[in-house]
């Protein structure tokens, strides 16, 4: 992977500890909007929701070379800083095995207005202002919207920063 900015004090897990981990990173565009995605129907957790980049870290693969890849796959953006480490939390979907989930702010370099997008994985896009992130609330239980609320910490966070 390309050279790869990390803000100071920001560190990264070790990946290879027998945890399952997952890795998100909140995109913005430099105009105080942040890049959301929508699940295909199809899909075993989570279907026909909005979510943020990002994805479960490969064994062998650190949280920073999963994250990069992740945003590639996803979008065909590459990833070129992570700004700040938004948020944490371990959660268990229905398959009873627990996600170490770790979300970052990250910048990256393509054509924003063009994501190249999974359409097995999801099937649209949008970019939502802090006035906007209730749009990401669809289609689940009200205790899963720790997606809008990583996407609102993202946003202010960029504000934060002047990025």
């Given at each position: 992977?390309?050279e ?5 004090g920001i560190?990264f897990p070790?990946t290879n500890d ?9 995109i913005t ?10 699940r295909s ?17 490969e064994?062998g693969e650190?949280?920073?070379?999963a994250l990069g890849?992740e945003i590639?796959?996803?979008t ?7 700004l ?18 770790i979300?970052y ?8 207005s063009a994501?190249?997008?999974?359409r ?15 749009l990401?609330r669809?289609?689940?239980d009200?205790g899963?919207?720790?997606?809008a609320?990583i ?10 920063l002047?990025?």
């Amino acid at each position: 992977m390309a050279e790869v900015e990390v803000a100071d004090g920001i560190s990264f897990p070790d990946t290879n500890d027998g945890n399952r981990w997952v890795v998100g990173g909140v995109i913005t565009d430099g105009t105080g909007r942040a890049f959301a995605q929508r699940r295909s129907p199809n899909r075993a957790l989570f279907p026909h929701c909005w979510d943020i980049v990002g994805g479960h870290v490969e064994p062998g693969e650190s949280m920073l070379d999963a994250l990069g890849r992740e945003i590639t796959e996803e979008t065909g953006w590459r990833l070129t800083a992570v700004l700040a480490d938004l948020y944490r939390l371990v959660w268990t979907p229905g398959d009873g095995v627990d996600r170490y989930e770790i979300d970052y702010l990250v910048r990256v370099d393509g054509d924003l207005s063009a994501p190249e997008l999974e359409r097995e994985k999801h099937t649209e896009f949008m970019w939502v202002d802090e006035n906007e992130t209730h749009l990401l609330r669809d289609h689940r239980d009200p205790g899963d919207y720790f997606v809008a609320d990583i996407v609102a910490l993202g946003l202010g966070r960029a504000k934060e920063l002047g990025c």
